[in-house]
Nanobody, 133 residues
Framework: QVQPVESGGALVQPGGSLRLSCTGS????????IGWFRQAPGKEREGVSC????????SYADSVKGRFTISTDNARNTVYLQMNDLKPEDTGVYYC??????????????????????????WGQGTQVTVSS
C-alpha cells in the first residue's frame, strides 16, 4: 500500500508563497491520482486540488483557482502544490491523498471534480500551513 508523505508546510505572511510536496515509495504517477485537501481549525476537511494519472488533468477548488497550481515530477514520484498569494483563510493542515488507477478510466476521484474523501484510498499525515502576519 502506497503511503503518501507531505512536506513543505510553514508559517508565511499574507501574499507570500509556499510549495508543498507529496511523495511516497511506490507512488508511480502513471498509475495514481493525487489529491490535496486541507482542514482549517474547527472546520471540515475540504478538497483543494487534484491531478489525474496518465493525462495529468487538473482540478481546483474555486477558492484557490488562479493562485494554486498542481504539478508532477514523474521521475521523482512527486506531486507539488505551488501556492501563491496566500491568504489567512488558506491556513490549515494540508493532506495528500492517493487513488490507485491501474487502468485509464473516466470514473473515480479527480474526474469531473475532486470527489469525496471516501474515494481516496491512502492519506498522508499532513503538513501545517499558517498564513499570518
Amino acid at each position: 500500500q502506497v503511503q503518501p508523505v507531505e512536506s513543505g508546510g510553514a508559517l508565511v505572511q499574507p501574499g507570500g508563497s509556499l510549495r508543498l510536496s507529496c511523495t511516497g515509495s511506490g507512488l508511480t504517477l502513471d498509475y495514481y491520482r493525487i489529491g490535496w485537501f486541507r482542514q482549517a481549525p474547527g472546520k471540515e476537511r475540504e478538497g483543494v486540488s487534484c491531478i489525474t494519472d496518465r493525462d495529468a488533468a487538473e482540478s481546483y477548488a474555486d477558492s484557490v483557482k488562479g493562485r494554486f497550481t498542481i504539478s508532477t515530477d514523474n521521475a521523482r514520484n512527486t506531486v507539488y502544490l505551488q501556492m501563491n498569494d496566500l491568504k489567512p483563510e488558506d491556513t490549515g493542515v494540508y493532506y495528500c491523498a492517493a487513488y490507485h488507477a491501474p487502468h485509464f478510466s473516466f470514473f473515480g476521484p479527480c474526474r469531473g471534480g475532486l470527489g469525496g474523501e471516501a474515494q481516496w484510498e491512502a492519506w498522508g499525515q499532513g503538513t501545517q500551513v499558517t498564513v499570518s502576519s
